[in-house]
C-alpha cells in the first residue's frame, strides 16, 4: 500500500488555510510553491507554508481526514496546528 499524507497551507499572512492529500508529501508541497497550476487555489492566495501534516498508512485514509479537516471550522484548524507548530513556521523548509 501507499502512503497517504494530510496537510495544511497557509499565506504568509496566515489568513488562509489550504487543506489537501497527497501520497508524495514533499512533490506535492514543491508543486505548490513553484505554481505549478497557473490557475489553482494556491497560487491565487499565495498559500506555501507548510505549517501541518499527519502522515497514514493509506492514500484512502489521508483522503478521509481531508474531508474531516475541511468540514471543520477555521478556530479546530487553528488549534490543531497550535497543538504541533505553535509559530507556524514553513515545515518544508527543513527538507
Known amino acids: 500500500m501507499m502512503k497517504g ?7 504568509k499572512n496566515k489568513t488562509v488555510l489550504y ?8 512533490r506535492r ?10 490557475y489553482s487555489f494556491t497560487k491565487r492566495y499565495n498559500c506555501h507554508n507548510l505549517v501541518y501534516f499527519e502522515e497514514f498508512d493509506t492514500i484512502k ?4 481526514r481531508e474531508k474531516q479537516l ?9 488549534d ?5 507548530n505553535p509559530d507556524w513556521k514553513d ?3 527543513e527538507w
Open 5 to 11: 499524507y494530510c496537510y495544511i497551507l497557509t499565506n
Open 19 to 26: 487543506i489537501g492529500a497527497t501520497n508524495d508529501l514533499q
Open 29 to 38: 508541497i514543491g508543486e505548490h510553491k513553484n505554481g505549478k497550476y497557473a
Open 61 to 64: 485514509e489521508a483522503f478521509e
Open 70 to 78: 475541511k468540514a471543520g471550522n477555521r478556530k479546530r484548524k487553528e
Open 80 to 84: 490543531l496546528i497550535n497543538a504541533t
Open 91 to 93: 515545515l518544508s523548509l
